[in-house]
DNA sequence: TCCATTAGTTCTATAATACAGAACAATTGG
DNA sequence: CCAATTGTTCTGTATTATAGAACTAATGGA
């Protein structure tokens, strides 16, 4: 089993973060994480909307939000403690996150 | 041959935005059309960073964007006029729009 | 120590999507 | 009306997504 991949924060590229933001799961995982005051696990997330999640399928939702570079996975005994980079980010994106989870925030509430 | 399709500007969605813009072909040509006082052919843009493409390809990409809702095309006699939709984006999706170009602007230069 | 449990990952097969060549459709100019 | 031009649709292949099954890693107890 290989070790979690975490991209450096130069090797972030704008395509990754949208086409990993472009899915209502990851995007459901990745405002809960920006939310939450503390890390979360995957496992929390294995009921996204009512819907029921292949434990496997959400691994690679995972999978893509970390190798884009949004999320931060450690390993704490026997679970993944994820949470966000958004901090990092900013830094190098400017306003671009904000910006995309606040049109996402007003179109959930819009609907 | 069905009409062109635009949905109007209230059935535009994050998702279909971040997702049309996750892909460098139409992120050149989006940004092209937006960098541009007039609109553009879809032929123009046969030839992508000195990449080939397929006009079937191409044709995708263009009603990709389009049904995105970031592009409309009118039929002008035999070619269709390109141009963006970021006056109405705007309005929806308040700075989205441009803080996603403005990092991809960055990203091309810093490389 | 060893076994059961829990949390995630990887493997494998199938379903959905992307790409590009070929045929087609629509418009215009000669 | 025919030929040329622009773009779309059709069709087959290649890549990517989903989810079940098997596997790995860490822990807590008997």
Same mark, same amino acid.
């Given at each position: 089993?290989r %070790? *979690?991949?975490?991209p %450096?924060?130069?090797e $972030?590229t704008?395509?990754?973060i949208?086409?990993?933001?472009?899915? %209502?799961? !990851?995007?459901r $995982?990745?405002?809960?994480? &920006?939310?939450a005051?503390c890390a979360?696990t995957?496992?929390?997330?294995?009921h996204?909307?009512?819907?029921p999640? &292949?434990k496997?399928?959400?691994s690679?939702h995972?999978? $893509? *939000? !970390? =190798?884009?570079?949004? $999320?931060?996975?450690? !390993?704490?005994?026997?679970?993944?403690h994820n949470s966000?980079?958004?901090a990092?980010?900013?830094?190098?994106?400017?306003p671009?996150?904000?910006?995309?989870?606040?049109?996402?925030e007003? =179109?959930a509430?819009?609907?």
């Amino acid at each position: 089993m290989r %070790p *979690l991949y975490h991209p %450096p924060l130069d090797e $972030i590229t704008v395509q990754g973060i949208l086409y990993a933001l472009s899915d %209502p799961v !990851r995007v459901r $995982i990745f405002t809960q994480l &920006a939310r939450a005051d503390c890390a979360k696990t995957c496992s929390e997330f294995l009921h996204v909307r009512k819907k029921p999640l &292949a434990k496997s399928t959400l691994s690679q939702h995972f999978k $893509i *939000l !970390r =190798e884009a570079g949004l $999320i931060r996975s450690e !390993r704490m005994g026997v679970e993944l403690h994820n949470s966000t980079r958004c901090a990092e980010l900013k830094k190098r994106f400017g306003p671009m996150l904000d910006a995309i989870l606040r049109a996402y925030e007003l =179109e959930a509430r819009s609907s």
